[in-house]
């Protein structure tokens, strides 16, 4: 069992008794944190593990919202409703970022950032005029309807779906980084000439890893909107975009659980600092200051290459084996 798999069950662990202690801590921050601890993983695959640095991630998490959040409205009580809307929205995300990813991916650097950045805006101008998203209101009062039998308005029987839908997406993430596929987008992102001449289309692989990091993304988006019963233009802003930036440089790019503990740090201050209403935003950037500072890395990146150099002080100051001495007999062939 690899360590990763062995630290996320022991997250798993706790996560299943929260709402016996909703007094220490709410169910429902819960599944904010893991909506958008998924929304960080999936930034993450495209930043981390390929080298991409996209400001469109908002436009699928929100389009994955405004489709299942419609649909859950049209045909929440139907038994296959709940499923069928959140497979959708996912499909929806995938075209949204088919789309953008098709158009972008055959630029660099900031050129690549700043066309991920205009279409995404588009994404949002038409989220105002399409009348089916709400324009300025949203979506609102959306049902949760139910799952093979299970009644979703109940807070708790809601937690521990959500807890399996976040539980695949996190695997389904963590299995792309550990493939034969992820190598090689790793390989491309230290680099990309050198993967193009071992003989790697590196264009189809960036745009599949985007296209499967907008998939992620939407499925967060999707779960977002059940849990919630609402879908915003927040949700396809440009400050959604840039707070999943936040969360993952926070945590630390490149690593599994960096995004999670990015996602909870920055969710846990917009909660419990929400008494001092704008001044949250300069208290988180103020830990951001002190992250790029003194954490280069993020917090989870930080800690792993600390233990990484223990361990290799702890290898060069093991003792060797001496070698045996030069006149020490020979034993003579039977």
Same mark, same amino acid.
């Given at each position: 069992? @690899?360590?990763? *798999?062995?630290?996320? *069950?022991?997250?798993?662990a706790?996560? +299943? /008794?929260?709402?016996?202690?909703?007094?220490?801590?709410? &169910?429902?921050?819960? =599944?904010?944190? =893991?909506?958008y601890?998924?929304?960080?993983? $999936?930034?993450?695959l +495209?930043?981390?593990?390929?080298?991409?640095? @996209?400001?469109?991630?908002?436009a699928f +998490?929100?389009?994955?919202g405004?489709?299942?959040?419609?649909?859950?409205?049209r045909?929440?009580?139907?038994?296959?409703?709940?499923?069928?809307?959140?497979v959708?929205?996912?499909?929806?995300?995938?075209? /949204?970022?088919?789309?953008?990813?098709?158009?972008?991916?055959?630029?660099?650097?900031?050129?690549?950032?700043?066309?991920?950045l205009?279409?995404?805006?588009?994404v949002?101008?038409?989220?105002?005029?399409?009348?089916?998203t709400? !324009?300025? %209101?949203?979506?609102?009062g959306?049902?949760?309807?139910?799952?093979?039998g299970?009644?979703?308005t109940? %807070?708790?029987?809601?937690y521990?779906? =959500?807890? $399996?839908?976040?539980?695949?997406?996190?695997?389904? /993430?963590?299995?792309?980084v550990?493939? &034969?596929?992820?190598?090689?987008?790793?390989?491309?992102?230290d680099?990309?000439?050198?993967?193009?001449?071992?003989?790697?289309?590196? %264009?189809r692989?960036? +745009?599949?890893?985007?296209?499967?990091?907008?998939?992620?993304?939407?499925y $967060?988006?999707? =779960?977002?909107?059940?849990?919630?019963?609402?879908? @915003? *233009?927040?949700?396809?802003?440009? #400050?959604?975009?840039?707070?999943?930036? *936040?969360?993952?440089?926070?945590g630390?790019?490149?690593?599994?659980? !960096?995004?999670?503990?990015?996602?909870?740090l920055?969710?846990?201050?917009?909660?419990?600092?929400?008494?001092?209403?704008?001044?949250?935003?300069?208290?988180?950037?103020?830990?951001?200051?002190?992250c790029? @500072?003194f954490?280069?890395?993020?917090?989870?990146?930080?800690?792993? #290459?600390?233990?990484?150099?223990?361990?290799?002080?702890?290898?060069?100051?093991?003792?060797? &084996?001496?070698?045996?001495?030069?006149?020490?007999?020979?034993?003579?062939?039977?």
């Open positions: 069992m @690899s360590t990763t *798999l062995k630290i996320f *069950l022991v997250l798993a706790f996560a +299943l /008794v929260v709402p016996f202690v909703p007094g220490l801590i709410y &169910p429902v921050f819960v =599944m904010k944190v =893991m909506c601890g998924l929304f960080a993983c $999936a930034f993450n +495209l930043l981390g593990f390929t080298g991409l640095v @996209s400001f469109s991630h908002a +998490l929100g389009s994955a405004y489709v299942t959040g419609a649909l859950m409205i045909f929440g009580a139907h038994p296959l409703g709940m499923p069928a809307a959140l959708l929205g996912v499909a929806a995300s995938l075209l /949204v970022g088919l789309a953008i990813g098709g158009l972008a991916i055959r630029r660099r650097g900031i050129y690549f950032a700043m066309i991920t205009a279409l995404s805006q588009i949002y101008f038409l989220a105002v005029q399409f009348r089916w709400g !324009g300025e %209101d949203g979506l609102q959306i049902p949760r309807g139910n799952l093979f299970l009644d979703l109940s %807070d708790t029987t809601m521990y779906v =959500m807890l $399996a839908l976040f539980s695949a997406g996190f695997l389904f /993430v963590d299995r792309i550990h493939s &034969p596929f992820g190598q090689i987008l790793q390989a491309v992102r680099n990309e000439a050198r993967a193009t001449s071992l003989g790697y289309d590196t %264009d692989f960036k +745009l599949l890893a985007f296209v499967l990091s907008a998939g992620v993304a939407g $967060a988006g999707a =779960m977002k909107a059940l849990v919630f019963q609402l879908v @915003s *233009l927040n949700d396809v802003s440009l #400050h959604t975009s840039t707070e999943v930036v *936040l969360m993952t440089l926070l630390g790019v490149g690593t599994i659980f !960096g995004p999670l503990v990015g996602a909870a920055v969710v846990g201050l917009q909660n419990y600092l929400a008494t001092i209403g704008d001044l949250v935003t300069v208290v988180i950037g103020l830990i951001f200051i002190v790029v @500072s954490f280069r890395r993020g917090f989870v990146g930080e800690f792993l #290459h600390v233990r990484r150099r223990r361990a290799e002080r702890r290898a060069r100051a093991a003792p060797r &084996p001496e070698p045996p001495p030069n006149d020490a007999p020979v034993a003579e062939p039977a």
